[in-house]
């Protein structure tokens, strides 16, 4: 029986390589999973994860991941041959990544989504086959995620009144500690420049692609099967739109790369603030009481500074600069240009 946490590892590995067989018109009715799987698709599988920007160790974790879902599977069952291929990508693979060619800033990602937000609205206008609600879907994930680089775990799962709630000063992200992986809680608000296209997404598109389908609340909802959409799913959606627009893949980590690279450029003594929102938890426990009180006015300063508001430079020091930065948000009183 494999652990919860390693149970919803097993079931991205598992979700992705369900996609592919589908993708490649592989799935049939009436065939067995097992009956699926040989060494000549799994490979293909590997090398079609590698053509979607993945490094050779995150292709090694997905075929280890699938080699969990079938032992959990079929026990009596011998998948030796599953771990030796996932132990030989390993063995190949290239521990630092050409991650700089990839790398995008913030802005390019945020006015990515937004571009797509106004074709969807365009092609709705135009009264054109429901590939609207899709686009719209795919570009407001983008924007969001480009200034709230969340975990994608955390990113795709948001559920509306749990995680996403409306406030007196607006809407607002919200998670516990047990539900993120650094284990402290996040709340960080939607950017103002977004809250717009929120409203449309939840009374246009979103009602579009739930179809009849109950609500359970997901946010990101599957415009194929009116359900919500998977972490796999989602991860899909963002590689595919962004080597679409750039050539090259932007997976949902690497959008933290981004924010983070984004801010070190704009100012080196900010790049403590990416440590904030990107919920790092290797922290001292006074830096951690800082953090749990300032996560949201740090994703206000890192909105407003990386889409090009003036932010004031930082004293060195890093005690200085929380001050600093707590006296500049005190001094905008509750202006949230983004």
Known sequence: MLRQASRAMAEIGFG???????????LSPGMAITEYLDKAHVE???RALRQDGNSGITVAIRVGELALTMMAMDMAGDWNWLHKIEKRIRRHAVPVRDKLGRLKSVQELFNLGIGMMNKADSIAAERAPSTAPILFRDGFAISLLALRPLRIANFSSIIIGQHLLE?????HLKFTAHETKGKRPIEVPVPFSLEGALHRYLSVYRPVLLGAAKDMGHLWISGHHQVALTESGMQQAIVRRTRFAFGRSVNPHLFRDCAATSL??????YIWLAAILLGHSNMTTTETHYIQAHTREAADIITSGLLGESVPRLPRSSM???LAATRYLTERQGRRNF
């Open 16 to 26: 992705l390589w369900l996609s592919w067989l589908n993708q490649q018109g592989l």
């Open 320 to 322: 200085a600069q929380k």
């Open 264 to 269: 070190a450029l704009l100012d080196p003594e």
């Open 44 to 46: 293909d599988f590997a």
């Open 167 to 171: 406030e007196d000063d607006g809407w």
